[in-house]
């Protein structure tokens, strides 16, 4: 699988990521099934974060690591600041932070993580403080490189040039993660050209639209599918209007004429934007990981990228465009 850098630094990753949002709920076998189809295929990148699972995703890939995957041969980021908390969704304090990234350390059974991210912002919490962790998690060699998830545009921009203002932080911003589909291009607006600008590289969640650019759900609502569950159907909901089944139509259209899926070709559309580093897939099994890591041999025409540009479109009027003819 091809490698590239992750924003403006140093570090490579598979142009794929495999998420394990949902390996607290996966049995280990099923797991281990999964990152030997990932790392086979040259898939280096792992995320994860301590909420999944409760931990228990951290805990099930740390014990595959041991057994069956060198460590040395992935790229493993995490994430810390959602707490279980009514009254506070985020934590973004030092001291929750760097307590945080030790118990995440403790059930990875490894040193250090390739890339921690901060999975959101806090608006209780000084933004210098958030970064002061970051820095020292890098500085004290528990992180490689630091980033941040679910940041709009000026959180992203707020801190990236914070750090830039401050010469004695030597840590600076790798990533952003963001969900980022053809069914979700609300990045487009602010974030994206933030972190293009500024070096950082995006790494975009839920690129298939929560499943239903796969097409799975065109017709109907599979009952094994998370759209049917009980658990899962209120994630999935948003992408079953009107809107969103014309742009999995021309997804579909797209795919019959280049002879691939419509999971390849959604795939192949978010992987290859501009800013993008690796979407994160989040696969139930290895049969659906095969199908997405099939994506590698397919690279969209021009043609077909500016048909999905085009029926996907985000309606980004002022301040973003034509504000000059008003």
């Known amino acids: 699988m091809e490698q590239r850098h992750l924003g403006r630094t140093g570090l490579r990753v598979s142009r794929i990521g495999l998420g394990t949002l949902t390996w607290g709920h996966t049995e280990e076998n099923d797991a281990a099934d999964l990152l030997k189809v990932f790392w086979e295929a040259g898939g280096t990148l792992v995320d994860t974060a301590d909420v999944y699972g409760d931990g228990e995703a951290e805990y099930l890939l740390g014990r595959l690591m041991e057994r069956l995957v060198p460590r040395r041969d992935l790229v493993i980021a995490t994430k810390a600041g959602s707490v279980p908390d009514p009254e506070r969704r985020f934590d973004g304090s030092r001291g929750h932070l760097l307590s945080a990234l030790d118990a995440s350390l403790a059930r990875l059974g490894t ?29 004290s060699g528990r992180a490689r490189y630091a980033g941040v998830s679910n940041f709009c545009g000026w959180q992203l921009a707020k801190a990236a040039t914070w750090q830039l203002a401050h010469p004695g932080t030597r840590t600076r911003l790798a990533s952003t993660q963001m969900e980022y589909s053809l069914l979700q291009r609300g990045v487009e607006r602010e974030v994206l050209p933030a972190a293009v600008d500024l070096g950082v ?126």
């Not at 991210?117 to 209780?124: K, N």
């Not at 159907?233 to 691939?260: C, E, H, K």
């Open 201 to 326: 590289g995006l790494l975009p969640s839920s690129p298939l639209g929560r499943g239903v650019l796969t097409g799975k759900y065109r017709h109907s609502t599979p009952a094994d599918s998370r759209g049917g569950s009980d658990q899962m159907s209120a994630f999935v909901a948003p992408y079953l209007d009107d809107t969103a089944s014309r742009i999995v139509d021309a997804v579909a259209t797209a795919a019959d004429g280049l002879a691939a899926s419509p999971l390849q070709v959604a795939l192949a559309w978010v992987r290859d934007r501009p800013g993008v580093t690796a979407p994160i897939i989040g696969a139930r099994n290895a049969q659906q990981l095969t199908a997405a890591l099939s994506v590698e041999t397919l690279s969209l025409p021009d043609e077909i990228c500016q048909a999905l540009d085009d029926v996907s479109a985000p309606v980004h009027r002022y301040p973003d465009h034509d504000w000059s003819t008003l």
């Open 111 to 139: 040193d250090h993580v390739d890339l921690w991210q901060v999975h959101a912002f806090d608006p209780g919490t000084p933004l210098d403080e958030t970064l002061q962790a970051l820095d020292i998690a890098v500085t």
